[in-house]
């Protein structure tokens, strides 16, 4: 049972523009939810998280949303940039699970 | 560089072989955590183990097993192997049992191909 749903498999944007992933999620219960990203022949990375009592958080370029009642949240790339390009995954968690629900990840290519 | 270590990074196999993949953990994490990634999928969470303790098991095959060392180094042991087995296998490592705010450190990840 997929709990987190990452439903646009691609997205390309030209650089300097705004990038947003979406993720979807069934679960109402997660606590936690993180973005993740991978370069090709490497491990996924940890970019930024939220938690559930929040609706924003904010690093640098990346701003993560959170929509409690659409059980939805969003990552915003602002400016994109080249080094940006590479897979994104939405994870969720609970606080006294440390496993992580992945999504199917986004592949995002920045053009210059 | 994450500080997790993974070997090998390539594995060729054929069906109904045995192997076992290797991980050793960011230095002063207790916690190891293996994910299976597919074709165009997520990554699926396997097996969690916090200071050689099976701490929580995810959809993890029977054919599958794993352990935690004293070292705090871990091994997951793929058996009968079968073409399906073909995937990405991720590790990786956190200073706690289960927080789930903490980020979890990913090593790059043994390629396993079955013919």
């Known amino acids: 049972d997929q709990q987190v749903k990452q439903n646009s498999p691609s997205l390309s944007v030209q650089e300097g523009r705004i990038s947003i992933l979406n993720c979807d999620y069934t679960?109402?219960?997660?606590?936690?939810f993180l973005w993740y990203k991978k370069y090709p022949a490497e491990g996924p990375t940890f970019l930024i998280s939220i938690s559930s009592i929040k609706d924003k958080n904010e690093d640098g370029r990346f701003t993560v949303f959170l929509n409690k009642s659409a059980k939805h949240l969003s990552l915003h790339i602002v400016p994109s940039q080249p080094g940006d390009s590479a897979v994104y995954f939405c994870a969720a968690s609970f606080v006294n699970d440390y496993k992580l629900s992945f999504g199917a990840g986004t592949t995002v290519t920045v053009r210059a | 560089d994450s500080g997790v270590t993974q070997t090998p990074k390539h594995l060729i196999t054929a069906t109904g072989q045995r192997v076992t993949l290797r991980c050793s953990p960011r230095?002063?994490?207790?916690?190891v955590y293996w994910y299976q990634q597919s074709l165009d999928q997520g990554l699926q969470f396997l097996i969690q183990?916090?200071?050689?303790?099976?701490?929580a098991k995810g959809n993890i095959l029977e054919r599958f097993s794993a352990q935690q060392f004293p070292d705090l180094h871990s091994e997951l042991n793929l058996s009968s192997l079968e073409l399906g087995d073909s995937a990405l296998y991720f590790c990786?490592?956190?200073?706690?049992?289960?927080?789930?705010?903490?980020?979890?450190?990913f090593g790059d990840g043994t390629r396993l191909s079955i013919l």
């Open positions: 183990y916090y200071n050689g303790e099976e701490r």
């Open positions: 679960n109402s219960m997660f606590d936690y």
């Open positions: 230095s002063g994490d207790l916690s």
């Open positions: 990786a490592s956190s200073s706690s049992a289960g927080s789930g705010n903490q980020p979890q450190h």
